[in-house]
Every structure is written in structure tokens, then in C-alpha cells.
Nanobody, 111 residues
Framework: QVQLVESGGGLVQPGGSLTLSCAASGFIFRTAAMYWYRQVPGKQREWVATITAYNSATYTDSVKGRFTVSRDDVNSMLYLRMNNLIPEDTAVYYC?????WGRGTQVTVSS
């Protein structure tokens, strides 16, 4: 079955960086568009970034220029490099394929 397992979250100071990873299995990763979302308790899950099977990336406005999504099709891995983090980036981050979600990884930006 499809599995998406996020890792790499943690506590970081404002201005710091983190790289999230998502290990994918159970589907043909190299042909799939992949997505990052995030959610703050009490708020709707928010789309963060998309990377297509052709490596074309798009981002929500609030992370443009700070976040970079990438993929490794050989190892079925999805990444989200997050630079210049701000407290408003604090959330649980999820990876997603066409209709499956991972369980998320917590990112906390605080001094």
C-alpha cells in the first residue's frame, strides 16, 4: 500500500533552516506530482508547494524565495528545504501524492 513518511522537523530559531524529507513507497513515484502542505491547530490545512513529475515547482506566496521543493526519483524521496524560517512557519508539515497523506512532522520556529 501507499506509504508517505515525513521526517526532519524540529525546533529552530527564527532565521534558521530545516530540510524536511518524505519517503514514499507503494506507487510509481517518478510519475507522480508531489505536494507539501502544513497545518496549524485550529486552522485549515494549507498548501505549501508542488513539484511535478517534470520537476516544475510552485509555491504559496508566503514561502516563495525561502522554501525549495525537490525530489529524488531514484530513491522515491521528496524534500522541502526551508530557509529564513519565521514563527509563522510553525506547523505540522505533510507530504501528499494524488490522494494519500503522510502523518506529518512538526516544525516549530521560536527563540
Amino acid at each position: 500500500q501507499v506509504q508517505l513518511v515525513e521526517s526532519g522537523g524540529g525546533l529552530v530559531q527564527p532565521g534558521g533552516s530545516l530540510t524536511l524529507s518524505c519517503a514514499a513507497s507503494g506507487f510509481i513515484f517518478r510519475t507522480a506530482a508531489m505536494y507539501w502542505y502544513r497545518q496549524v491547530p485550529g486552522k485549515q490545512r494549507e498548501w505549501v508547494a508542488t513539484i511535478t513529475a517534470y520537476n516544475s515547482a510552485t509555491y504559496t506566496d508566503s514561502v516563495k524565495g525561502r522554501f525549495t521543493v525537490s525530489r529524488d526519483d531514484v530513491n522515491s524521496m521528496l524534500y522541502l528545504r526551508m530557509n529564513n524560517l519565521i514563527p509563522e512557519d510553525t506547523a505540522v508539515y505533510y507530504c501528499k501524492n494524488y490522494n494519500n497523506w503522510g502523518r506529518g512532522t512538526q516544525v516549530t520556529v521560536s527563540s
